[in-house]
């Protein structure tokens, strides 16, 4: 039997939220113990993009960057926009720019593991932060002033339990804490493609009536530049740019899409998707269910729930993680202001003070996702002509239009 390690903080879950998570509170001068159940393989320019990737807000930008982690991410890959693109016909379309809110840019598209690596450099670095992995919860115990953690082959004590162990969190589940949401009836398609034409500052969106389809661009990724320098040069004019397309339908028809060759399908998307791409050659692909949860609270005695443990939204509009990273930052802060007052940092009453700051936050956002989702997939041309004048007026209405930039940004 291994003797009993304690820390101020576990956390549970080493993906994006969990590390960045843990970065913070080590930033606190907190010790903080780390557990994951998979290493992430490591980076190498050879590797194609990731299918998972993530359009991450300006508001995440900047916590990246506090947490020291940004550099390296912009040192491998990623794709900077400029413009954001939304409409369902011609008369409705709306397109926001950087420069409207005065910014250079309005996000990122980031491969997932990219971001949870470089998280994961910086741990290494940290003295205060320890790294379980491979490692897994099985079981966790409250106690008067903190948590008794039971891990496959070690025991941990500690005052802060962060359960950042994603959509099935088993720390919520036993936590006893239970959640509202439903399954929606479409899935997710996410295909990473080469586009004959560029379009490497634009990330748009078009609804159609069976479900909005996407594109998310890419930073241009070709392995032969490495390789080959001249055969690159031929690809680029065939092949100008990468790109994440996601395609929304009925989870059948996302079933039958994905027994399609890739050859097929670049066919499918040909027919259906805006003629933005010129032609396009399917790299890779993968379905997703699309699933709306809520945690019924975000904490219990000593423990918090962050990221997707807490909430899983509608892909829509791309907020999952930048949601989760408003977590991270508002538990940081108000362990922080409880640390600088002299509070016991890890008491329910401060530990209540995160869910207040977020949970109506997460709630409206994840509600504007259904409203739309809702509003955009319903037959009735009434409903089909007041959307349209919506996205109509939010396109003349400067005002308007700046704040729902700045919200879909994170900065408002
Ligand atoms: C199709 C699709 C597209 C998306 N696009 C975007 C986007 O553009 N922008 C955006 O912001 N969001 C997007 N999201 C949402 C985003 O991917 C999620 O919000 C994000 O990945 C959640 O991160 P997380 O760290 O909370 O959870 P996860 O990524 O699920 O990480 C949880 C981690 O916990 C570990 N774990 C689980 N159980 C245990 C255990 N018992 N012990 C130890 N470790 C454990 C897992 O191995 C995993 O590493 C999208 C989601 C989907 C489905």
Redesign the pocket.
Known sequence: MSEIKTFDCVV???????AASALSLAQLGLTVAL????QPQAFSIEQPLDL??????LA?QYLLEQLDVWSQIMLWRSCQYQRLGVWENAFSSVEFNAQEIKKTHLGY?IE?RLI?LSMWQQIEKQKNIHLYCP???LDYQQLEHGVKVQLTHETLTAHLLVA????????RQLAGIGITGWDYQQA?M?INVKTQLPQQNITWQQFLPSGPVAM?PMPNHDISVIKNELTALQQKIQFQGCASL?WYHQSDKIKQLMTLSNKQLAEEIDDVFPKRLGKVKVINKGS?P?TRRHANHYQKGNVVL????AH??N?LA???????FKDVLALQTVVSEAIAHNELWYNSEVLQRYEKKRRIDNLVMMSAMDGFYTAFSHPSPVVKFLRNSVLFTVNKFTLLKNKALKQACGID
């Open positions: 549970i879950g080493g993906g994006m939220v969990g557990v994951e159940k998979h998972r990737v993530s359009a991450i807000s995440s598209i997932n949870q490692e897994s919860l950042a162990d994603g959509a099935n969190s088993q720390v997710a996410l998310l996601v997703f699309l962050l990221g997707d443990a899983t939204i892909p791309g907020q999952g993680v930048n949601l989760g």
